[in-house]
């Protein structure tokens, strides 16, 4: 009795199944009807609609989820929806793109039949339907990028490249088999995954691009972005090291390399860099005061180093640089304000030398302090002029203020040291001044 209760609900669930992947099938097969109807008077969006109701359905239900047919008429609708909707954002510049994307939709579609059809001859039909759909993909991540929705337009472009890697696969033409197609497609992929943050997706495609040999100069640059950015530092020289030896002369990859250097702390190897730079950008006034503050590191360690000679010889080249740019740009805080802490900062040197001398001085050390006063005085006279018009441009900067109270604290100018004292601290606390001292 027990065998033939087992076996009745056997039958039943059996029964219920089969019921229930023919109603998948059979929304499937209207669907498909829908669709031809819709092909024949592509007006009819009715029946388009009809179509994507009834797919989607179908494929909601759990055997109809695994129903390779279903998937791809799934594939077929969608097809047919991008393409009416490329038509349209195409054809009229007034129109606004839904923000969807239906070309994904039917490229998944595809993917899925492919997964489930059971032999090689049943997959050609998904095949063709991704083949047809790489230039749809294509052209709707142009539309989504002139619309800055970035990460909409890199999973476009992205998967019709991996629809390109299906086809070869299954040995099937691609419109991406022409070099120069694919290469223009692996760079517009790998910007678009750059400008949607997608640092490690873009770097696949930008490291593709590398790898063919025809990689112009800006995508290494933009690769070396992608490294700094995910903090790959040895990634970012090997790159720079690439591309600075195919392309010796690009200005982009000669400022990457730069600032590379300047991150890592490698100063000695900067000025010949910075030289190169200088060359190209004979009036940049940036490049000549970055030169200027390498030079002022490059002293410190000579006089941490006890090397006299190279520090006298680098405190020059700082003094030099900054005055060739204010050749340029006389009015600019930058290079006034970096005169001002050079020739500050040697003052504070001898300063700190003249205070560890002993207290009960023998007659040479007395004449010696006398010195040292003397010449720390004549380099805050020096720095002064300096600080003074960089107050003059810019009232509000931070470290000129300050620099300026100190300064005139130490020459016991009480009256200048509270003005400067109260503007540091207005700065200080959020505020502004509304113009300057220094007129």
């Known amino acids: 009795m027990k065998r033939i209760i087992t076996t009745a609900i056997t039958v039943c669930i059996a029964a219920i199944n089969v019921n229930a992947q023919e109603t998948a099938h059979l929304l499937t097969m209207s669907a498909e009807a829908d669709l031809k109807i819709y092909k024949t008077n592509r007006l009819n969006t009715d029946a388009l609609n009809a179509a994507k109701t009834k797919i989607e359905k179908a494929i909601s239900m759990p055997l109809g989820m695994k129903l390779a047919y279903a998937w791809f008429t799934k594939g077929e609708i969608y097809k047919a929806v991008i393409s009416n909707e490329i038509e349209r954002l195409e054809g009229n510049p007034a129109v606004t793109d ?22 090689k001859e049943n997959k050609a039909g998904a095949l063709k339907g991704i083949a047809e759909l790489q230039d749809f993909l294509s052209r709707m991540g142009v539309v989504k990028f002139s619309t800055k929705k970035y990460e909409q337009s890199y999973l476009s472009f992205k998967a019709s490249l991996d629809g390109h890697d299906i086809l070869k696969q299954n040995n099937i033409k691609s419109i991406y088999d022409d070099k120069i197609k694919l290469e223009k497609q692996l760079e517009m992929t790998a910007s678009t995954a750059f400008l949607a943050k997608k640092a490690e997706e873009a770097i696949v495609y930008f490291e593709q691009l590398v790898k063919t040999g025809n990689a112009r100069a800006n995508i290494y640059s933009s690769l070396v972005s992608c490294y700094e950015q995910i903090e790959d530092r040895n990634s970012v020289k090997r790159i ?3 591309g600075r030896k195919k392309y010796p002369n690009d200005t982009k990859l000669l400022f990457n390399e730069i600032n590379f250097l300047l991150a890592e702390g490698e100063y000695g190897l900067l000025p010949d860099l910075f030289k190169q730079a ?10 000549y005061n970055t030169l200027a503050t390498v030079y002022d590191e490059l002293y410190k360690k000579a006089l941490r180093e006890n090397n006299t000679a190279k520090a006298d010889d680098y405190f020059e080249a700082v003094r030099e640089t900054f005055t060739q740019s204010l050749t340029i740009e006389p009015n600019q805080v930058a290079a006034n304000s970096g005169l001002g802490v050079h020739f500050y900062s040697k003052s504070n040197a001898l300063q700190k030398e003249l205070n560890e001398m ?6 040479a050390e007395k004449q010696k302090m006398k010195d040292l006063e003397k010449q720390s005085t004549a380099w805050i006279d020096k720095a002064l002029p300096y600080f003074q ?15 300026l109270k100190n300064i005139y604290l130490r020459k016991e100018d009480m009256e200048k040291y ?3 004292k109260k503007r540091y601290e207005i700065v200080k606390n959020g505020g502004k001044n509304s113009s300057s001292y220094f007129k």
């Open 98 to 119: 839904k923000g969807d994307n239906d070309a994904l939709l039917a490229f998944d579609a595809y993917q899925r039949a492919l997964s489930y059809y059971p032999g």
């Open 240 to 242: 720079l090291g690439e």
């Open 278 to 287: 200088l060359k190209a950008e004979p009036k940049n006034t940036t490049v």
């Open 358 to 363: 002993p207290m009960s001085p023998s007659a």
């Open 389 to 403: 018009k960089a107050e003059r441009i810019d009232p509000n900067d931070f470290s000129v203020l300050l620099a």
């Open 418 to 420: 509270n003005e400067f």
